[in-house]
């Protein structure tokens, strides 16, 4: 089975800086990453997703994250956090199940912004 | 386009009980998944529904269950509620559940178990 270990449980950035999550994969085939977002009281949003075409991947809001085979990494960035950015950040590998595909996410990270 | 929408939003049972959490996909979508979420485990999958038929099961006991009817909706059924069960309880929708697609979504179902 495919899986994704996110290192950090919690992350605190004040606004303007760098976010940098952190997210290594564990596959013994090419990948199809993702990472999602989820706000307090709502589902999750997809950021952004790697599906080999490039290492580096952007998404949503600013994020991109890049694909590093040789650190079996796929760490997610922005630039510059904003207040809005505040919100539990997950990364998932789709792994193959007998008929077809699931998610395997990581524990999650909380990403916490101050001003 | 209207997004996932999961009811009820809230749901409050005691041990024992029965509940049933209904899904609408996204208009088109023929997939749907469903997911538990808890602080302790995170994300895990439940199962998945393709075609009015379960494709794909996650290791969850038996009591955990689910349907699908012809139009896409989805319903899942956990029985004889026990104090564990207590958790957000996310359904998704996509096209086809392939490897590479996007998932929607809904806001999820609180459920807890007293």
């Known amino acids: 089975a495919q899986s994704v270990t996110q290192l950090g449980s919690h992350v605190s950035v004040s606004e303007g800086a760098l976010v940098l999550l952190r997210c290594n994969y564990s596959?013994?085939?090419?990948?199809?990453l993702f990472w999602y977002v989820q706000y307090p009281n709502q589902g999750l949003q997809l950021l952004l997703k790697?599906?080999?075409?490039?290492?580096l991947v952007k998404g949503i809001n600013g994020f991109e994250a890049e694909f590093k085979k040789s650190e079996t990494s796929f760490h997610l960035t922005k630039p510059s956090a904003h207040m809005s950015d505040a919100a539990e950040y997950f990364c998932?590998?789709?792994?193959?199940?007998?008929?077809?595909?699931?998610?395997?996410f990581g524990k999650g990270t909380s990403l916490l912004v101050t001003p | 386009k209207a997004g996932v929408t999961q009811t009820p939003r809230y749901l409050i049972k005691t041990r024992g009980q029965q509940v049933t959490l209904s899904c609408s996909p996204i208009?088109?979508?023929?997939?749907v998944s469903w997911y538990q979420q808890t602080p302790g485990q995170g994300l895990q999958f439940l199962f998945e529904?393709?075609?009015?038929?379960?494709?794909n099961k996650g290791n969850f006991p038996g009591r955990f269950s689910g349907r699908q009817f012809s139009n896409s909706r989805s319903e899942m059924n956990v029985s004889t509620l026990e104090l564990g069960d207590s958790a957000l309880y996310l359904c998704?929708?996509?096209?086809?559940?392939?490897?590479?697609?996007?998932?929607?979504f809904g806001s999820g179902t609180q459920l807890s178990v007293l």
């Open positions: 529904y393709f075609s009015e038929t379960q494709r």
């Open positions: 998704a929708s996509s096209f086809t559940g392939g490897k590479n697609e996007k998932l929607f």
């Open positions: 998932a590998v789709s792994d193959s199940l007998d008929s077809g595909y699931a998610l395997n």
């Open positions: 596959s013994s085939v090419p990948p199809y």
């Open positions: 208009s088109g979508h023929r997939s």
């Open positions: 790697y599906t080999s075409a490039a290492t």
